[in-house]
Structures are given as C-alpha cells and as structure tokens.
C-alpha cells in the first residue's frame, strides 16, 4: 500500500515551545491530508483537514491559532503545536489518500510537553 | 459519532480464526464498510473494504450480510501480531477526501 511518513515519531519538549511534526505521502500525491490527536485508551479524533494551498479546516474545539496547520505541496503537511502545553501532551497522527480511495495513515508522533 | 458498533473485546486462540462482527444498522447505500486495526503505539493500518459483496485479500476476509446492516471481519488464521484494536468504519466510498471517523472499535487479544 502507499506509504505516509510521519517526523518525528517522538518529541519531548518544555512547556511554552513550538513544535512541528511533519506528513509525508512518500509515493503519491495527496490534495488532502488529515490530522488526528489520541489520547491514551481513548480513539483517534479528528483535529482537521489540510488542504493543498488553502487554509485548513478545524474540527470544533480544536484552536487554529494553537495547531497551525499548512499545507504547501502536494506531499508535505505539517502540523505545529504552538507555545505547548502539558494538556496537549498526546499521540498525533497523520493520514492522507492513497490509491483506491484508501486512507493511508504515518506511524505517529508522540508529544511529552514537560 | 461513529456510525458502527463494535464489542469492546474479544479473545482469540493462537491459530484460530478470529471474527469480528460490526453493526451498522443505519448504513446508506452508497457508504462503503472499511477495516483499519492499530497495533499499540503505532498509526492505524488498512486492512480490507467493501460494499456490499464479501472481499478477501491476503489478510482478511470481510463477510456483509444481504442487508449490509452488519458485517463480520475475519482473520483466518489469527497469530500474536494480530493483537490490536479493530475499527470497522462506514464511509462514502468514493469520496477520499472525506476523513475517516473512529469508534472505540474492538481490542482483540490473540492468546498463544
């Protein structure tokens, strides 16, 4: 299947940083890529849609102004969790479409904010 | 809200075949079922789709009943690294650019 890479698949950083975790669609383009938080025991969420060169759509609750998205070629998103805090500290992943209409998912990025 | 229904938990036996059923009683007709699982720590995985004929691939099969209420996931011979939690997921199809919504999906637990 087609391949999405995630970086890095895991951050650890002080309260008050930036952070900025990287899709990837290694062998396909992907006009749409989407964004999801888990919470441990909990399922994936949905946080928001990124779209090639527009603005990304949020889902409700999720603060766009806190996790900037952007969506600048056809295999790159990135997801940057500004000015971190403990409370976002989370498993982050990404997914994109592949062939068929699949939804091809990265490995995951998990997010320790001190 | 996830539009499926999934039993919590299930064990399996080391080599046997595993069946994990899912209702989704409220399906439309143009909404496909797909399978992803998530081994721990890791991003979700594909596993098999379908709409309304039974698919086989070299994973699983997918088994959906005539009225596509509910659907059943087969792992036919289940080992140790098939321990994860198993989402079943209705979705339009063929529409790729509409995201995948998760339940709490099924932790299914392979037992050597």
């Known amino acids: 299947g087609a391949v999405v890479s995630q970086h890095p698949s895991r951050v650890i950083c002080k309260s008050g940083t930036s952070v900025k975790i990287e899709c990837r669609s290694l062998d396909f383009q992907a006009t749409t890529m989407f964004w999801y938080r888990q919470f441990p025991k909990q399922s994936l969420m949905l946080m928001a849609t990124?779209?090639?060169?527009?603005?990304?759509?949020?889902e409700q609750g999720v603060e766009k102004d806190k996790f900037l998205i952007n969506h600048a070629s056809l295999t790159l998103s990135t997801l940057t969790v500004t000015s971190a805090h403990p409370e976002d500290s989370s498993f982050y992943i990404c997914?994109?479409?592949?062939?068929?209409?699949?939804?091809?998912f990265g490995a995951g990025t998990r997010l320790s904010v001190l | 809200d996830a539009k499926t229904t999934q039993p919590p938990s299930m064990d399996c036996a080391e080599g046997r075949a595993a069946n994990l059923p899912c209702n989704h009683s409220t399906i439309s007709g143009n909404e496909y079922v797909y399978w992803y699982r998530q081994i721990h720590s890791q991003g979700p995985q594909y596993i098999i789709h379908?709409?309304?004929n039974n698919e086989t691939n070299e994973m699983a099969s997918l088994i959906i009943t005539e009225d596509r209420k509910s659907s059943t996931l087969i792992l036919p011979h289940a080992t140790l690294r098939d321990t994860a939690v198993y989402y079943c997921?209705?979705?339009?199809?063929?529409?790729?650019?509409?995201?995948?919504?998760f339940g709490k999906g099924t932790r299914l637990s392979v037992i050597a």
């Open positions: 379908g709409l309304k």
């Open positions: 997914s994109a479409r592949g062939g068929g209409n699949i939804q091809y």
């Open positions: 990124s779209n090639e060169g527009s603005k990304a759509t949020y």
């Open positions: 997921i209705v979705r339009v199809g063929n529409s790729g650019n509409t995201p995948l919504v």
